[in-house]
RNA sequence: GUGGAUGUAGCUCAAAGGUAGAGCACCGGACUGUGGCUCCGGGUGUUGUGGGUUCGAAUCCCAUCUUCCACCCCA
């Protein structure tokens, strides 16, 4: 019989990696729990066309990564390939704007696409995102570019470079993309078949094309940020005049454009160097005001972000410290000692203490090998002896506590608890 | 989705057509109620999976899966 495994691209977390991404998420409630934002949870799944209405038909995550499937009833519906357009769904939804629309949100959850899978590049992967709606001033975006750069600085990443770009509105970016289409059309012969394909479909996809060929034809290209309308341009320089002003080191980059379609305005990404191979963003955002709108909503603009903790915990490094073994391990010997260690370590766990139990048994000698092997700090040794007399040795295994690895205690069984937090000093 | 690598014990790796091994880890014992150090004993395995060639396959061939790298794209 062939053991079933994990699907593809899809992979258990254990608990020493479960830890760091719990660590991850702590970092996040903190540094965004501060600034006002609560958590949202939304359902990992979908009707189908929630995304492709936000997302775009067009783009890859929807057109060719996106897991759709029929429910039973013939529904459409999708497993989430991000967080941006069910966090609005459900601002819509549930009318939370109505009294004001200025709303602050943070989610962590699991995210899906159909990609073909690579180290930082899962089909389940986990990302960790927040969305600030109702507020279409400069200082939004500088207010969660500025946290984004927070949670980095938590998790202790360095080597971490930020990147700000403005795509413009609907009033500048289709001026903007006609220019930079009809520029790429004449010089379309010296194009990659891709970017021929995406002169016509998507044109802002070809600045970031890696071709050296469409890089030099790119590099005579008009800038987006040059032709940025007055609003715009006022809007993109006061972000990055509040961000300098946070201490937010950044850089511009006029070619940073993203793979979904509702962007408008600031658009920026957080790059890791080191660990990341070529999947090296770690965060990413940007400001979508029409998204709201778009989804059946008001005129609610907003910016968001997310980033993947599997790359935040690949960036961060091979792990600092090991899980600490129990402040308590407790050792039964005979029957009646078994039948009344569950208790002792149950009554010890009410305390507070961190207590293990050897749930087999076996010789002392075997059950202090596998005490010591856990880490445990103390041991209390069970037999028939301490049963009758109420009195135990507690013996410290290591160097957790305030005596030498070896010493022995006696204490009174009804003072196990106390006796050991006292000797942990 | 395209191209290229990869897979042997829990981990890191040997074994280049002739009975699958080492180190670490793990389990047990010496010490029958006291861990670590030492010594002794134990290999814990469907060589990713399925076929094929061969007297004989971890090794050669085909297929498939996984992971990894690059591309595409993305967090």
Known sequence: MEPLRAVK???DLLPAEAGRFQAVEAAMRRAFGLAGYGEVRTPVVEEAALFSRSIGEETDVVGKEMYVFPDRHGKSLALRPEGTAGA??????????GQDPLVRWWYAGPMFRHERPQKGRYRQFHQLGAELFGAAAPEADAELVGLVHELLQRLGLRDVVLQLNSIGDDACRPVYTRSLQEYLRAHAAELCEDCRRRTEKNPLRTLDCKVPGCRAVLAGAPSVQASLCEACRGHFEAVCGHLSALGVPFET???LVRGLDYY???TFEFLAKGELGSQNTVAAGGRYDKLVEQLGG???????FAAGIERLVLALGPPADAAPGPELFVVPLGEPAKRAALGIA???RRTGLATEIDVRGGSVKSQLRRADRAGAAFVVVLGDQELA?????????GTRGKGRPGDEAEVALSELSSSVRAALG
């Open 253 to 255: 980059n006029d070619r």
């Open 264 to 266: 408008t305005r600031t």
């Open 389 to 397: 007399s109420g009195r135990v040795k507690l013996k410290q295994m």
């Open 9 to 11: 691209g899809m992979n």
């Open 298 to 304: 008001g005129a609610v603009p907003a910016v968001g």
């Open 346 to 348: 149950q009554a010890a």
């Open 88 to 97: 609005v769904r459900a601002y819509v939804e549930h009318g939370v704007g």
